[in-house]
């Protein structure tokens, strides 16, 4: 599976972006798919995640109530809708996929399929 990440830019502090990342290729059944950041000289960390079969997601506690996740099947897309926007939350994003187990969501080393990025950056 290829995935395809866009939507980043640059935007002042407060406002909104929405990423995509598209789903191309041989997409397997029931896929956990997530979105990943890493600021600058930062870790990457876990931002959110969608069981692409029955819809559940979850967020990090730093961005909750403020990032939606979603998907669109006919699609083959994910969303990360962002509110609120905060100078920290400036980072690269990316959008992962795997299958599995829904408990290991958040770690992205079980995660086997990468996008390449899409630069946020948030201005004061």
């Known amino acids: 599976v290829q995935l395809q990440a866009s939507g980043g830019g640059l935007v002042q502090a407060g406002g909104s972006l929405r990423l995509s990342c598209a789903a191309s290729?041989?997409?397997?059944?029931?896929?956990?798919m997530g979105w990943f950041r890493q600021g600058p000289g930062k870790e990457r960390e876990f931002v959110a995640a969608i069981n692409w079969g029955d819809g559940s997601t979850d967020v990090a506690d730093s961005v909750k109530g403020r990032f939606t996740i979603s998907r669109d099947n006919a699609k083959n897309t994910m969303y990360l809708q962002m509110n609120s926007l905060k100078p920290e939350d400036t980072a690269v994003y990316y959008c992962?996929?795997?299958?599995?187990?829904?408990?290991?969501?958040?770690?992205?080393?079980?995660?086997?399929?990468w996008g390449q990025g899409t630069q946020v950056t948030v201005s004061s």
């Open positions: 992962a996929a795997r299958q599995g187990s829904w408990s290991l969501r958040t770690f992205q080393k079980y995660y086997g399929h």
């Open positions: 290729g041989r997409i397997f059944r029931g896929p956990l």
